[in-house]
């Protein structure tokens, strides 16, 4: 069965990320003795944090309730 290029699009994306070097490094290592591929394992862990995350709860970033406007500078440094 061939898949269209959109079909192959979605179902592949490319993450880019940043990760300390000896972060992943030891995540290779661990993977590696496992015999499964960090992508493998990448996408087993997304897919169990996904699963426990409930989408109709939202999360407070501690953002203003108004937007600063052009004085959002002032604010950066309290005195």
């Not at 993450?15 to 992943?24: Q, V, Y």
């Not at 996408?43 to 989408?55: A, C, D, S």
Request: proline fraction near 6%; include cysteine.
């Amino acid at each position: 069965m061939k898949t269209t290029f959109e079909e192959q699009r979605a179902i592949n994306t490319l993450m880019n990320f940043r990760i300390p070097e000896h972060l992943k490094s030891d995540f290779y290592l661990i993977c590696r003795s496992q015999h499964i591929s960090m992508t493998a394992r990448l996408n087993f862990m997304i897919l169990e944090f996904v699963k426990g995350q409930n989408p109709s709860k939202t999360q407070d970033y501690g953002f203003p309730p108004n937007p600063l406007g052009e004085a959002w500078r002032d604010h950066l440094h309290a005195e």
